[in-house]
């Protein structure tokens, strides 16, 4: 089981970036999928999931209407884009897998205990 996440870098802020989860090992059409962030001295936050159909998102407060999580099974790859960046978005971003096709209540898919496998983690800058 991998999951390998790339895409960060610097950005000033306003700025635009487009993090990618690829995975391997597991069945990635049945997999929910999470993003979460840690900035230094912090604890890990919930960023956004996707459910394993798709047919539900869910977005931390500080980054709704500004970031969209998708998922494309062909390519067994998950997406975060990134718009409207502030300073304070900077961080290293997880992305989590559950692979298990679960069915989850409203808000469940920000519990990040239910996702079994994580990547390394990028790392994204954006400067004031």
């Known amino acids: 089981v991998q999951l390998q996440a790339f895409g960060g870098g610097l950005v000033q802020a306003g700025g635009f970036l487009r993090l990618s989860c690829a995975a391997s090992g597991f069945t990635f059409s049945r997999s929910s999928l999470s993003w979460f962030r840690q900035a230094p001295g912090k604890e890990r936050q919930f960023v956004a999931a996707?459910?394993?159909?798709?047919?539900?998102?869910d977005y931390a407060d500080s980054v709704k209407g500004r970031f969209t999580i998708a998922k494309d099974n062909d390519k067994s790859t998950a997406y975060l884009e990134m718009n409207s960046l502030k300073p304070e978005d900077t961080a290293i971003y997880y992305c989590?897998?559950?692979?298990?096709?679960?069915?989850?209540?409203?808000?469940?898919?920000?519990?990040?205990?239910?996702?079994?496998?994580w990547g390394q983690g990028t790392l994204v800058t954006v400067s004031s």
């Open positions: 996707i459910s394993w159909g798709g047919a539900t998102t």
């Open positions: 989590g897998a559950d692979p298990h096709a679960r069915t989850y209540s409203c808000f469940a898919l920000r519990n990040r205990a239910i996702y079994p496998h």
